[in-house]
């Protein structure tokens, strides 16, 4: 046999790599330009929904959540919802002129009753989804508010005790759980069966089917993880022992750290941000690589110890004014599930020792439009306060910014231009303005 000289394997290896190469999906960088073209926010008020006094469906009490069906019915999630046994949540309808056309939901532990609702979609037809905690299960409701069925968790990581916020997919029968703008949270180093396991180093955007009876999920992004400080080392070590245990299956994140911000384009594709920069990350559906970045050249500001300062002396103030403690105090409460709700087993009171991320992120929010535009919240001149608002599309176009203060980020989009913006007046009462978009923005 001839020995195959050098310059052959060097060949050879080359062509490989080629063709591992052609194989791989291409990443495209898009740049969009530095300076701001501003556009005005000319919106259309098509009408509004709330009151102070009134009918019982004018009176709002927590507005929790709006969305849109394809009829432009308009969904508005109302009630005290969260992870501590309450479950005083309705749905109000109004049609698409702001006319009252039905009610449903009540708290309790049976089929379509509502024990501990955190999460809240509404899909292109009028299916209503409502994550339940209590009773480990999505609620399906059909357009007219009857109850359809519960999609069963089981045992799917992740799934059940998640953030609570989801979105629909655009093509029916699931919804998308995942950052969707939400604070960081408290992440948990869990395997297989609650053993403690290496520290998380992503965070996923997962796509849960609601067709059979338990849950099927797929994770169609990964979002960046940044480095996170343990509990341990941040909490006092002369707490109970359950206490401790949990602890050390924990870590915490640092005040500001990068967002999981996350948006559904029309076709079930995703769109996210998970770093300080500006880099809008778009995956095509079923691609779960990335397959375009677009990127501004906005640079996030550096923590410095002034900025530190600043936040805890803000931080504190805003505690005080509240009425709770002035340090950087938190309160754990755990709970006992005895299958009718939860109640408290025990509970601590410690102070954390919190971490800074070393800069603040450019980004504070996403959002995309029923026809595929992508608006994305800057941070603005105020430590934590929201700034202007660029408009692209998923492309990589650029539309325009709304400057600071011009307008809200929507609480929901809808068909044909509809945006719902959640208001409140003097006296903290909220109500639902629907306005219409201008077509280069919807």
Do not use: C
């Not at 919106?43 to 006094?53: K, T």
């Not at 993880?225 to 006092?236: F, H, I, K, S, T």
């Not at 938190?330 to 299958?339: L, P």
């Amino acid at each position: 046999m001839r020995p195959t000289s050098s310059s052959q394997t060097i060949a050879a290896a080359t062509f490989a790599l080629a063709l591992v190469a052609r194989a791989l999906p291409a990443q495209e960088l898009i740049d969009l330009p530095a300076r701001d073209a501003r556009i005005e926010p000319e919106f259309e008020e098509v009408y509004r929904v709330g009151a102070l006094d009134g009918e019982s469906w004018e009176m709002f009490g927590r507005v929790n959540k709006v969305a849109f069906d394809a009829d432009g019915n308009l969904y508005v999630f109302d009630g005290a919802t969260d992870l501590l046994g309450s479950g005083n949540l309705r749905v109000l309808v109004f049609d698409d002129a702001g006319g009252f056309l039905r009610e449903f939901g009540s708290s309790g532990g049976g089929p379509g009753e509502f024990s501990r609702p955190v999460g809240f979609a509404v899909l292109r037809d009028g299916t209503t989804v409502v994550s339940d905690v209590g009773h480990g299960a999505y609620q399906l409701f059909d357009p007219s508010g009857a109850f359809l069925r519960m999609v069963r968790t089981g045992d799917e990581p992740g799934v059940r005790f998640s953030s609570g916020a989801i979105q629909p997919d655009p093509r029916g029968e699931a919804v998308f759980v995942g950052g969707f703008g939400v604070g960081p949270g408290v992440s948990m180093r869990t395997a297989g069966g609650g053993d403690p396991a290496a520290s998380p180093t992503s965070r996923p955007v997962t796509r849960v089917a609601l067709g059979g009876e338990v849950v099927q999920t797929d994770t169609v992004a990964e979002g960046w993880l940044p480095q996170r400080a343990e509990m341990g080392d941040v909490v006092p070590n002369n707490l109970p022992v359950q206490f401790t245990r949990l602890l050390g299956q924990m870590s915490m994140p640092a005040v500001f750290e990068p967002r999981l911000l996350v948006g559904v384009l029309p076709d079930g594709g995703i769109v996210h941000s998970d770093s300080s920069a500006y880099a809008l990350k778009v995956t095509p559906p079923a691609a779960r690589e990335v397959a375009r970045i677009i990127r501004r050249p906005l640079s996030p500001e550096p923590v410095t110890p002034a900025v530190e300062r600043a936040h805890k002396k803000r931080t504190a103030a805003a505690r005080e004014k509240l009425g709770g403690m002035a340090g950087q105090g938190a309160k754990m409460v755990f709970m006992r599930d005895r299958g009718d709700g939860a109640s408290p087993s025990a509970e601590a009171s410690f102070e954390i020792q919190q971490t800074y991320y070393h800069e603040i992120p450019v980004l504070r929010g996403l959002a995309t439009t029923w026809g595929g535009r992508i608006w994305v919240q800057r941070r603005g001149d105020e430590l934590e306060g929201d700034g202007p608002i660029d408009v692209v599309t998923a492309k990589g176009e650029y539309v325009g910014t709304y400057s600071a203060n011009a307008t809200e980020m929507p609480a929901a989009f809808g068909p044909d231009g509809l945006a719902a913006f959640i208001e409140f007046d003097e006296f903290e009462v909220a109500s639902v303005v629907v306005r219409r978009l201008p077509a280069e923005v919807r």
